[in-house]
Every structure is written in structure tokens, then in C-alpha cells.
């Protein structure tokens, strides 16, 4: 189709077309394959089974379906308490992560989608605040910011600043300051 460039010229790869849904039963394999094939270990797709496992009150796996039914994408959110400087629990947040999408598909809107799913159940489910270590380019998109500068610590001290980020949500406290614990499952990549 010829038409003035500049007007019709895509700006980029189109928009995939998914549904967003809650993990059920069966999807285990197909999230595994996302994670694999996005990450350049195991560790991430290792994380998302033991998780799985535990079954932690209040965790959700959320993911990401094309059109024929196939998993594309794929955004775990895990409970973790935060605690004052003298151990005692003073809230709870969601750590978000791994998040990955099918190498084939990326860039084509999959992860805005998870993550903006993510930050709306944990909205409606009156969670404080979401936290995670990733790609300080990716997020601040998403409202994130500095987690250090909310009064929330990571889990190590040495995790970077740029990197540790939070999204404060509507039911946040003041008194939602201290250290955030992340599930043992995450110990592979602290
Ligand atoms: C990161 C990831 C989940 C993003 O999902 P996606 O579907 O590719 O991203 P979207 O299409 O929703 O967003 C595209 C935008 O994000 C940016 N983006 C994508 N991956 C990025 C990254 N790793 N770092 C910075 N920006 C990134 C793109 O440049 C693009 O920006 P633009 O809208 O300004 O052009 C996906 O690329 C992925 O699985 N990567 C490998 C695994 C990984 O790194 N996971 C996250 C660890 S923090």
C-alpha cells in the first residue's frame, strides 16, 4: 500500500494479540519454555517451579497467550515480607520477577502487557507496593523508581540502586519501610 510516508510508516514491530490470564493448571510446561529461552540459564525457569511449589499465600503467575492458544510471555509475582531494623514484619510487598517473553516475540508489546497486569491485580488486591531487580531502562516506564529512596531495602546490600525498584501503590503506608525478604527460591541469582 503506498501512501505519504511518515503518516502510514510503522514505527515499529506490531502489537502482538494476546489474552492476559492467570496461570492454571497445565501451563507449566509452556512458561517453562519461555523462561528458557529468554534467559540465558535455568535459574529463572527454576525459580518459577519452586515457587510454584511453595505455593506462598498471595503469589500469582500470570501469562501471556497468542492466538493459537501458545504461552508467549510470562511475569511471576511473589510475596515477601518487609521488616523493620529490628526483625519485626511491618508489611508485605510483591517482588516481580523473572518476566520473560519468547525471543521470537519480544518488543511487540507481550512484557508492557504483564507487567501492567501485574500492577493491576496487585492493585485490586490491596497490595502496597511492587518490588524487583531488573533492567533500570525498562521499568521507570511503568512508575517505577528508586526502591532505596522508598525507605525499601533489598535483601543484599549489594544489589544496585539502579537496578532495586519499586512501584508504590495506592495502599501504601508510611510505615512500609525495612528490609524486604525475598523467597529462598530466589537465592540462585542474589
Ligand atoms: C524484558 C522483556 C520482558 C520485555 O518484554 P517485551 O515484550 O520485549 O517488551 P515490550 O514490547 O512490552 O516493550 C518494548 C519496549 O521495552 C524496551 N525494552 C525491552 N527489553 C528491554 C530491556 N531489556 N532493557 C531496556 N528496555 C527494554 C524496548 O526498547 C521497547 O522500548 P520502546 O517502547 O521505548 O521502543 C523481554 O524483552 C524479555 O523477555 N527479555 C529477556 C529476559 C529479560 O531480560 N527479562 C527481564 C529481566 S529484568
Do not use: K, N
Request: overall charge negative; charged content about 20%; proline content about 12%.
Amino acid at each position: 500500500m503506498s501512501g505519504p510516508r511518515g503518516v502510514f510508516a510503522s514505527e515499529g514491530p506490531e502489537p502482538l494479540p494476546i489474552t492476559i490470564r492467570l496461570e492454571t493448571p497445565g501451563d507449566e510446561p509452556g512458561v517453562r519454555r519461555v523462561h528458557v529461552a529468554a534467559f540465558p540459564g535455568p535459574e529463572e525457569a527454576a525459580i518459577v517451579d519452586a515457587i510454584r511449589q511453595l505455593a506462598p499465600a498471595g503469589w500469582q503467575s500470570i501469562v501471556a497467550v497468542d492466538r493459537m492458544g501458545d504461552i508467549v510471555g510470562h511475569v511471576l509475582l511473589s510475596p515477601c515480607p518487609v521488616e523493620d531494623g529490628h526483625g519485626e514484619r511491618v508489611g508485605e510487598v510483591l517482588a516481580l520477577g523473572p518476566i520473560g517473553v519468547l525471543p521470537a516475540v519480544q518488543f511487540r508489546g507481550v512484557g508492557s502487557a504483564l507487567v501492567t497486569s501485574a500492577l493491576s491485580l496487585a492493585i485490586a488486591r490491596g497490595v502496597p507496593a511492587i518490588v524487583l531487580l531488573g533492567q533500570p531502562a525498562y521499568y521507570p516506564r511503568f512508575g517505577f523508581i528508586s526502591a532505596r529512596s522508598c525507605g525499601l531495602q533489598p535483601p543484599a546490600d549489594a544489589w544496585p540502586d539502579a537496578a532495586w525498584m519499586a512501584r508504590l501503590l495506592p495502599a501504601r503506608r508510611d510505615e512500609l519501610r525495612g528490609r524486604v525478604r525475598y523467597p529462598e527460591a530466589f537465592e540462585p541469582l542474589a
